[in-house]
């Protein structure tokens, strides 16, 4: 480390974009979950990508740490810095929220890394196409946050993650140097796939300060329904018999009676009037979908149902509220994991959670829900004692890796799960990882602790 001052950074992106006061520097220093909290030098808000690359070449030169941070909303800690001895700066993307016209030829729209998602779906919208990526905390999650962490969402079994929606990406690399690949093109195969690579890196590989993203056709009419069921496996013989009657399935989400009584306590309208195991939240797309759908469900020996035709914000308030009336019921910081399971091994993991759960010496409530199509759910342990969390998670993974599932399906590894990389990679691949890593960022001051177990923290 060489002459590092906070001062060189305020000559780059203005004195008051470099935040160095306690008070302000708070809430870029604590998680979403408020489980994670750490300390920095500075917070530094860079507004173009010619400020970012001089911001991180001036880190590079006097060795100074950087933790990208777009909205915060992260779930496994990633995003905020916990980094012990030496500098660290937090590099925030807040001001970096400009959205391009949508290209409404070649279906794409080049955004700052900054913009959430809710304003990138508004361009795509405005423009009669659709941002495929959408997810509960659209008004603050970025598109450098969804890249960094290949966020999934709700439309995954339509159009695929975050990664699939990359056409092109800017990013500032450890020594400052910008790299480019910015084409609409959707057939491209010139050497590795940089942009692919950059998705899912958490901010370890490089700081992205923009997207092309694909956009993609409005689904036109669609439908909603609540449907109770017994079993979480009858969800794919639902979707398979929604398919087989010509319609498009645009979403599929899986709620539990105890995550649905939750949200009902905290003000959302019950849509079901009985008392299924499950409830499953669909959304469908095509010519008269809700006659369609209701035929389908009536078809399909169903009980208990509500159809309405979309958006039907009321029903998609039920699985919406989960994740915040969850962390406002727990009276610890819930422990939440988000995992997938092999589709035919869903109501078994289930059963082995709630034999867990029994297990336990202290009361414990859980609440599942996630997007069922994916085999993708979040698993949520309220009211855990603080000092049992780490060892009630670990025996949640433990599981989950007994089914050979993984132990991350959308929010990445962080610092909450880096000890499980190599449980569920081998030894190669996790070698393969670091030769990447090491090829990108030599010294190691990009989010240092994420990711890898043994990196400085
Ligand atoms: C209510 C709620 C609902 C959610 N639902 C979903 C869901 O359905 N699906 C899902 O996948 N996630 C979900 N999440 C998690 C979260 O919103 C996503 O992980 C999102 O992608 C994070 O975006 P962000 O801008 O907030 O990133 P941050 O939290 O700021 O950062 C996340 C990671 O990305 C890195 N990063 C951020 N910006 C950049 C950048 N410009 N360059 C390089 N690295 C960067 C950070 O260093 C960090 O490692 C949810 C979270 C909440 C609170």
Not at 132 to 139: C, G, K
Not at 153 to 163: A, C, D, K, L, Q
Not at 368 to 388: K, M, R, S, T
Request: hydrophobic share 45%.
């Amino acid at each position: 480390m060489t002459g590092f001052t906070t001062d060189a950074f305020g000559r780059i992106v203005g004195a008051n974009q470099v935040l160095t006061d306690p008070d302000l520097m708070r809430g870029y220093l604590a998680d979403w979950t408020g489980r994670r909290t750490g300390a920095a030098d500075a917070v530094v808000r860079p507004r173009t990508t010619a400020e970012v690359s001089a911001v991180v070449a001036e880190c590079a030169r006097t060795g100074v740490a950087v933790v990208v941070q777009g909205g915060n909303t992260g779930l496994v800690g990633g995003s905020v810095p916990e980094v012990a001895g030496g500098p660290v700066v937090v590099l925030s993307t807040a001001r970096m929220t400009d959205v391009e016209a949508v290209d409404p030829v070649e279906m794409c729209v080049g955004v700052q890394a900054g913009a959430t998602v809710a304003s990138i779906a508004a361009a795509a919208a405005a423009a009669g196409t659709r941002f495929a990526i959408d997810l509960a905390s659209r008004d603050s999650a970025t598109a450098g946050g969804i890249v960094a962490t290949s966020a999934g969402g709700i439309h995954v079994v339509r159009h695929g993650g975050t990664r699939a929606q990359v056409l092109g990406i800017e990013a500032v690399r450890a020594d400052g140097r910008v790299l480019r690949r910015w084409s609409p093109l959707r057939k491209d195969n010139v050497g590795y796939d940089l942009p692919g690579l950059l998705a899912g890196s958490e901010g370890t590989l490089a700081v992205i300060t923009g997207v092309l993203f694909a956009v993609v056709d409005q689904p036109g009419h669609t439908a909603a329904a609540v449907v109770g069921i017994d079993t979480a496996d009858e969800v794919f013989t639902l979707i398979r018999q929604i398919r087989r009657a010509g319609l498009v399935i645009e979403a599929v989400e899986l709620m539990t009676r105890a995550g649905v009584a939750l949200v009902v306590e905290a003000g959302a309208r019950p849509a079901l009037a009985g008392s299924s195991g499950y409830q499953v939240l669909l959304e469908v797309s095509g010519a008269d979908p809700v006659q369609r759908l209701a035929a389908v469900l009536a078809d399909s020996g169903v009980a208990d149902a509500v159809v309405d035709e979309g958006p039907a914000r009321p029903l998609w308030e039920l699985r919406e509220r989960h994740t915040e009336t969850i962390a406002a019921a727990s009276t610890t910081v819930p422990v939440k994991l988000d995992v997938t399971i092999r589709r035919r091994d869903l109501d078994a993991f289930l059963a082995d959670l709630d034999e867990l759960i029994a297990s336990l010496p202290y009361p414990c409530r859980l609440v599942v829900f996630g997007h069922a199509a994916d085999g993708n759910l979040h698993v949520n342990l309220l009211d855990v004692p603080v000092e049992q969390q780490a060892e009630v998670a670990h025996r949640v993974l433990e599981r989950v890796v007994a089914r050979e599932g993984s132990v991350s399906a959308e929010h990445g590894i962080g610092r909450d799960k880096r000890e499980w990389l190599s449980v569920v990679r081998d030894e190669v691949d996790v070698a393969t990882m670091r030769a990447v890593k090491q090829a990108w960022d030599p010294d190691g001051r990009l989010n240092p602790g994420v990711l890898f177990p043994d990196a400085p923290d």
